[in-house]
């Protein structure tokens, strides 16, 4: 790939070569766990498929030029790619977490990663006087999402790096671009030091894999993150690498589609005289929607919205015919979550009050389905 092609271009080709043995115009799957060793020491760069594979090497090239990066490492999951993070940090290191990240990124922080003697605060990041308080000379990772799941709030990630550069910290910045994807926002364009993902959303896009990975420019970051992959083993398999591929070949087409339809949605839904909050950073309603042209080339698939009445919201979850009630996000069909009982339900009841996580609270991931029948979906499931 020449640095000169565009995003589209990258989508369908980035990582990839025809096969060599064949020509395959496709990336084989490389179902194997070992490779035949020449003599002693002399091998063509593949020894053990733990330490690496040829399918798994394509999806890393792959989802590391989707985000401007150089290196990518590839993780079983979303949480697997996270976990990896946060093993660059040892026993006595502090973390600053964005205060609403997915329930599964903070149970992990909470109730695993403390358990080895790491210490976190966890702060709303978009609040840099806020940030700034809660940076100590031994904070070595911030850690946010923006947008955030599931209230959508946004994150100045120039603004941090500004001040992580302001303050001197020692702290690597890394993002979770799992919401907006890199065809919307570009974070280490924007001064983020690591961008990791649940590529079981956007990125693969077929509710049909589970995996994470995490991207950077850094020579050294890279070489430690492949060295926890190796050491810790938890990799994406070859199987879900290629499925991942032919997802990033439609990112682009898939995105534009969510980006319209979400927006649509949002519209109607705000204009609807019966709830009480509809959550979008394209509304110009939202309190960052400066930011959010700014940061972002479009807002993504999801909409939250508060009905305002929990009893209203868990008859409606019931009633969609076309948005199917599950958890997960970021399938090209369309899917309805309630955050309180499903993905957010670890987090202690006082923090979800909060942060707006409310038993009325839906999240919607907007499909690229015909909008007008993801309308007539909710008019009726609002009628309900
Ligand atoms: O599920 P997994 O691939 O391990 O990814 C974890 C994860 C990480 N980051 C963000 C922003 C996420 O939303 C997720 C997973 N989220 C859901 C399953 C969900 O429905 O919100």
Redesign the pocket.
Same mark, same amino acid.
Do not use: A, M, V, W
């Given at each position: 790939m020449t640095t000169t092609q565009r995003f589209a271009t990258t989508c369908i080709h980035a990582g990839q070569q025809p096969d060599l043995l064949s020509g395959a115009l496709m990336t084989p799957v490389y179902f194997t766990s070992t490779y035949i060793q020449e003599g002693l020491n002399q091998h063509r760069g593949y020894e053990y498929a733990r330490t690496r594979n040829p399918t798994r090497d394509a999806v890393e090239g792959n989802l590391a030029a989707l985000e401007g990066a150089e290196f990518g490492v590839a993780f079983a999951?979303?949480?697997a790619a996270?976990q990896a993070v946060l093993e660059l940090l040892s026993s006595g290191d502090h973390l600053v977490l964005g205060d609403n990240v997915?329930g599964?990124?903070f149970r992990l922080v909470d109730k695993i990663m403390s358990r080895f003697g790491l210490t976190y605060t966890q702060v709303d990041t978009s609040d840099l006087a806020a940030l700034r308080a809660a940076i100590q000379p031994h904070t070595k990772l911030v850690m946010l999402?923006t947008p955030t799941?599931p209230m959508l709030g946004l994150t100045d990630i120039e603004a941090v790096r500004g001040l992580l550069k302001e303050l001197g910290a020692p702290a690597i910045l890394a993002v979770?671009n799992?919401?907006a994807t890199p065809f919307n926002q570009r974070p280490l364009e924007l001064g983020a030091d690591l961008v990791f993902h @649940?590529t079981?959303?956007y990125l693969n896009g077929h509710s049909d894999s589970?995996?994470?990975v995490v991207v950077t420019n850094s020579a050294e970051l890279s070489e430690r993150l492949h060295f926890i992959q190796n050491a810790a083993g938890a990799i994406l398999s070859p199987m879900e690498s290629w499925l991942v591929l032919r997802g990033t070949k439609t990112l682009h087409l898939r995105m534009e589609r969510h980006n319209a339809n979400a927006l649509q949605i949002a519209r109607w839904l705000e204009q609807r005289k019966d709830l009480k909050s509809v959550y979008y950073p394209g509304l110009e309603s939202h309190p960052q929607h400066e930011l959010a042209k700014r940061q972002m080339k479009g807002f993504s698939g999801i909409v939250s919205f508060d009905t305002g009445d929990a009893e209203r919201t868990r008859r409606m979850a019931a009633t969609f015919k076309i948005f199917a009630l599950a958890? @997960?996000?970021g399938g090209v069909e369309s899917l309805i979550?309630h955050p309180v009982s499903m993905?957010h339900g670890s987090v202690p009841e006082g923090d979800r009050a909060k942060l707006g996580i409310t038993d009325s609270l839906l999240r919607l991931s907007v499909g690229v389905e015909d909008v007008r029948d993801l309308i007539e979906d909710l008019e009726q499931a609002l009628k309900a």
């Open positions: 999951s979303g949480l996270t997915y599964g990124t999402e799941n979770d799992t919401f @649940s079981t959303k589970i995996g994470g958890e @997960s996000l979550c993905t």
